[in-house]
Nanobody
Framework: QVQLVESGGGLVQAGGSLRLSCAAS????????IGWFRQAPGKEREFVTY????????LYADSVKGRFTISRDNAKSTVYLQMNSLKPEDTAMYYC????????????????WGQGTQVTVSS
């Protein structure tokens, strides 16, 4: 069973950048699809992006396309989310999630979740 720990969140001004990390332990990392979701106060959790087992397949929400980049280093059991040109509307708790069997952009596609890291973008 895989455990996930997110890091890299913080406070940044609009237009700035952050890189989030999702470190995994307890499983064969390359066997898992990794997704990122986010939840803003008062809103439902929403899909941000995912990356396939080998990293060859990615998908982005329209709201982050062209600004965010997901990547993975299977040797380090870590997935990264590079976030550029941040906007106040990107403010949210960011969660990484994992699943062994399928790519998906819904919460129900993922069986394992981290605790989240807070991203706050000031205007």
């Amino acid at each position: 069973q895989v455990q996930l720990v997110e890091s890299g969140g913080g406070l940044v001004q609009a237009g700035g950048s952050l890189r989030l990390s999702c470190a995994a332990s307890g499983g064969t990392f390359s066997s898992y699809v990794i997704g990122w979701f986010r939840q803003a106060p008062g809103k439902e959790r929403e899909f941000v992006t995912y990356i396939s087992w080998s990293g060859g397949n990615t998908l982005y929400a329209d709201s982050v396309k062209g600004r965010f980049t997901i990547s993975r280093d299977n040797a380090k059991s870590t997935v990264y989310l590079q976030m550029n040109s941040l906007k106040p509307e990107d403010t949210a708790m960011y969660y990484c999630a994992a699943d062994r069997h399928r790519l998906g952009n819904s919460e129900s596609s993922y069986g394992y979740w981290g605790q989240g890291t807070q991203v706050t973008v000031s205007s």
